[in-house]
């Protein structure tokens, strides 16, 4: 079996750039996972994929791992978000990952969306090919790493220290916690294409905007932005 051109630069790159002896490559086809889910406290450390492909078993308990853990619902994982993963894990050298959101239902993303910025209508999450994981270290290598992979987003989450990964279309973005109308003036444009009146962007450098303000231009960024982004 061949290994995936870009996992072995991928992990080639992160070898190299690493300090101290150099790691073994896994064998072609094998893969593991050591994961933390942050939620539920439950755990997986096991191989998940071997030389004739995915391990019913193993995708099976992972996917009980990641479920919604609001409504306990969950979806078979998609293969390629793990592999995603483990090949960033393997390039910085993480022997752990701990998993803040996987599998979302439809009704657990509206209520997110309602409440936390940055969460799209149609999210990754909905169809299992997303996770937001964090590391022990070398979070910000991993982000990087994991965007030259060119394997699907990366969202990168300075502030609240988590990385996004998926196996959607490529595209990266970045939300570091600096405030909502920092980020609203590098999008003003985008904003006006959606169909936002000039007038209620421009309040913003006059007065604070509303709640319902807020919440409404939330909902419209998430769409305009990068629609299943997150």
Do not use: C
Not at 81 to 108: P, Q
């Amino acid at each position: 079996m061949v290994m995936d051109r870009r996992l072995f630069l991928a992990m080639a790159g992160g070898l190299l750039a690493s300090p101290g002896p150099a790691r073994a490559l896994p064998t072609p086809g094998l893969r593991r996972l050591k994961l933390f889910n942050a939620n539920t406290r439950e755990s997986f450390d096991g191989v998940y994929r071997d030389d004739k492909g995915p391990i019913a078993a193993a995708m099976e308990e992972l996917s009980h791992l990641l479920r919604d853990h609001h409504s306990g619902e969950h979806i078979a994982i998609d293969v390629g978000v793990l592999d995603f993963l483990a090949a960033v894990m393997d390039a910085v050298g993480a022997s752990r990952a701990t998993v803040l959101s996987a599998y979302r239902t439809v009704a657990t993303n509206r209520m997110l969306a309602r409440t936390t910025f940055g969460v799209a209508d149609n999210s990754q999450h909905l169809y299992g090919r997303a996770l937001d994981i964090r590391l022990e270290s070398r979070l910000e290598d991993a982000m990087e790493t994991a965007r030259k992979m060119h394997r699907g987003g990366v969202g990168w989450y300075p502030r609240s220290s988590f990385v996004h990964l998926d196996t959607g279309p490529v595209r990266n973005w970045t939300l570091d916690g600096r405030g909502f109308d920092g980020l609203l003036g590098q999008i003003e444009q985008l904003l006006v294409r959606a169909g936002m009146p000039r007038q209620v962007i421009a309040a913003r450098a006059h007065r604070p905007l509303t709640v319902q303000q807020r919440l409404a231009l939330h909902r419209i960024i998430a769409k305009a932005m990068a629609p299943g982004r997150h």
